[in-house]
């Protein structure tokens, strides 16, 4: 087998990036720039640890990094070769690619709440945040910090920002290209009232997240539902709707675990969906509400870390990694005039974020102590979702369909039937189980539910799912 690429780089140890990680980015440079062409074959991973004078476990790392991610595939006793389907955003351009039932009055603590895919409070980082406020309290220049600060929110938190979203998910941001929200709602609800109004259309994802819905709403735009399926959202729908429809000014996705089915939008739908933004010159609102929360190798790259991709808007949050009572959410945006207008109006609504609080989560993230917590609520999540998908395959694997996540706080699960969710979320609130809705998640049927678990227990969940799935199978 010929392998004609020659490695021309060296692994940088003192990096914060592991080394698999600095292999998979390089490879994906080298394929994005088209030096590697599809098809060509990569060095065995046995050759490839010898020439970098590395571990082979680490280059395995890698490579499964990238078959992850669908760059390269894995032909049994052949080797590892550069995906033959790369999409191509336009020509001239060769080989580029692109990425709540009523509520009902019990006695506290015998309601068991599926909700929206929240985080554990019980194991935030409280007594780090309380050091941290004192500390940032008994500074001899604390003064400075109670006056009027910037409407984007301060700017060394702001720096450290775009630092994460360059580092951790391949974006080129900088300070000036991020404002601080009070969580990502706000930063949805600014952008829709600074980049739609009456007679403007917004592209969702159906079933989907229907509180930035609203906001679009608000906003006077009206709403044109997607479907999606195993892939993600349907490019092809979306490329029918904007050769039809002039007015469409947006598209809002959650193309990292798609809101609320989890799936992960395929290589190939996000390069189309990024050539379908430049040709209609539209603007991608990215949603990425759970990328800390990862059980693999690493998250999939946000559409916003293409270069490729004109006009974009991502959205995120620390609120679930820190504490969810703290709101501290972002966007990042390279449309300066839009960032401008998101300003002005942050102004009237709120003046300013809170700078105290930028102030001592900037402090845990330069002491490590985000980085640490995050380490450790992903172990803990992980556990318990593997402790849930065990009592879904022993309880509902015979009348439900459901996938193993790679991340987030959640499961999708689809009845093997059609259910009356009406009478099956009746049922299971006289058994003090709380479900929402399928209704809530889009405009037509839905016949399916977002299964949390991160802000329950595991006796919680014990004893939960053998009832839903009782319930499932008395409605089936």
């Known amino acids: 087998m010929i392998r004609p690429w020659k490695i021309e780089f060296e692994i940088d140890k003192k990096l914060a990036k592991a080394v698999y990680l600095q292999i998979a980015d390089t490879l994906i440079a080298d394929i994005r720039s088209g030096r590697l062409q599809p098809g060509d074959a990569l060095p065995g991973s046995r050759n490839l640890a010898t020439m970098l004078k590395i571990n082979r476990n680490t280059v395995v790392e890698a490579y499964q990094v990238l078959i992850n991610e669908e760059w390269v595939t894995s032909k049994e006793r052949t080797g590892i070769f550069v995906s033959e389907q790369l999409p191509v955003l336009q020509k001239g351009v060769s080989h580029t690619l692109l990425q709540t039932l009523q509520e009902k009055e019990v006695q506290k603590g015998l309601m068991i709440n599926f909700d929206d895919g929240h985080p554990d409070s019980k194991i935030a980082p409280v007594t780090e945040l309380a050091r941290v406020y004192r500390q940032i309290f008994n500074r001899k220049a604390k003064w400075q910090m109670m006056g009027y600060g910037n409407e984007h929110g301060d700017t060394e938190f702001r720096r450290m920002i775009s630092q994460m979203l360059n580092h951790q998910r391949g974006m080129q941001v900088n300070e000036t290209e991020v404002s601080i929200t009070r969580g ?13 109004g009456p007679g403007d259309h917004i592209i969702v994802e159906n079933p989907g997240y229907q509180p930035a819905w609203q906001a679009f709403e608000y906003a006077g735009a009206g709403l044109l539902p997607v479907p999606v399926d195993e892939d993600g959202i349907c490019t ?8 039809e429809n002039k007015s469409v000014k947006a598209i809002y996705i959650t193309p990292h675990r798609q809101y609320p089915t989890t799936v992960t939008l395929s290589l190939a739908r996000r390069s189309k969906l990024i050539e379908l933004s430049n040709r209609y010159q539209i603007t991608v609102i990215e949603d990425d509400y759970d990328n800390e929360f990862h059980f693999g190798y690493r998250p999939i790259l946000p559409l916003s870390s ?9 959205i995120g949050t620390l609120s679930k990694v820190v504490a969810p009572a703290l709101r501290i959410g972002y966007l990042a945006t390279k449309n300066q005039d839009l960032l401008q207008k998101i300003g002005s109006l942050r102004k009237i609504i709120d003046v300013h974020g809170d700078v105290i609080m930028e102030q001592a989560v900037l402090q845990l993230i330069k002491e490590g102590a985000v980085k640490k917590h995050i380490k450790k609520a992903t172990l803990h999540y992980k556990h ?6 065990e009592l879904l395959k022993k309880y509902m694997q015979d009348v439900a369909v459901f996938t193993l996540p790679e991340g987030g706080l959640a499961f999708w699960i689809v009845p093997k039937s059609t259910l009356d969710w009406d009478k099956v979320a009746a049922v299971l609130l006289e058994k003090n189980i709380k479900i929402i809705h399928p209704k809530h998640y889009g405009q037509n049927h839905v016949n399916g539910i977002r299964l949390s678990y991160g802000s329950l227990s595991e006796d919680q969940l014990e004893q939960s799912i053998p009832v839903i799935a009782e319930v499932f199978t008395k409605f089936s």
Request: with cysteine; net charge neutral; proline share 3%.
């Open 306 to 314: 293409f270069p490729e991709l004109n006009k974009y808007v991502y």
């Open 384 to 389: 318990k979702r593997d402790f849930v998908y």
């Open 236 to 243: 092809d729908c979306i490329e029918k709707i904007l050769a």
């Open 184 to 196: 990502s709602q706000m930063g949805m609800f600014l952008t829709a009232q600074c980049l739609l």
